[in-house]
Nanobody
Framework: VQLQASGGGLVKAGDSLRLSCAAS????????MGWFRRAPGEEREFVAA?????????YRDSVKGRFTISRDNANKNTVYLQMNSLKPEDTAVYYC??????????????WGQGTLVTVSS
């Protein structure tokens, strides 16, 4: 599975962005998808995950109610991260990943290249 993340950019606090992660490969629909981020000088951290059948989702506490993860298995083999009410502390490089539905990055076998999100105050 190859992953291509896109949609990052420079926005102001309170704005919205939608990240996309396009997957190639026939096993996409069988894999959970996750979004992680790494802020400057920080460790990579879990943001959100969605199960293969979209039946379950998980979020880190700081993004609950603001971010929504979704996926389109049928048509586009794409996972999305809708980010609303962005805050400066959301500034990071965002990575999509495919693997087992979990908060731990070690359980994801495939990773995209990252897309930068910068939120100005």
């Amino acid at each position: 599975v190859q992953l291509q993340a896109s949609g990052g950019g420079l926005v102001k606090a309170g704005d919205s962005l939608r990240l996309s992660c396009a997957a190639s490969g026939r096993t996409f629909s069988n894999l959970a998808m996750g979004w992680f981020r790494r802020a400057p000088g920080e460790e990579r951290e879990f943001v959100a995950a969605i199960a293969a059948n979209s039946g379950s989702t998980a979020y880190r506490d700081s993004v609950k109610g603001r971010f929504t993860i979704s996926r389109d298995n049928a048509n586009k083999n794409t996972v999305y991260l809708q980010m609303n009410s962005l805050k400066p502390e959301d500034t990071a490089v965002y990575y999509c990943a495919a693997g087992i539905f979990a908060r731990s990055s070690s359980l994801y076998d495939y990773w995209g290249q990252g897309t930068l999100v910068t939120v100005s105050s």
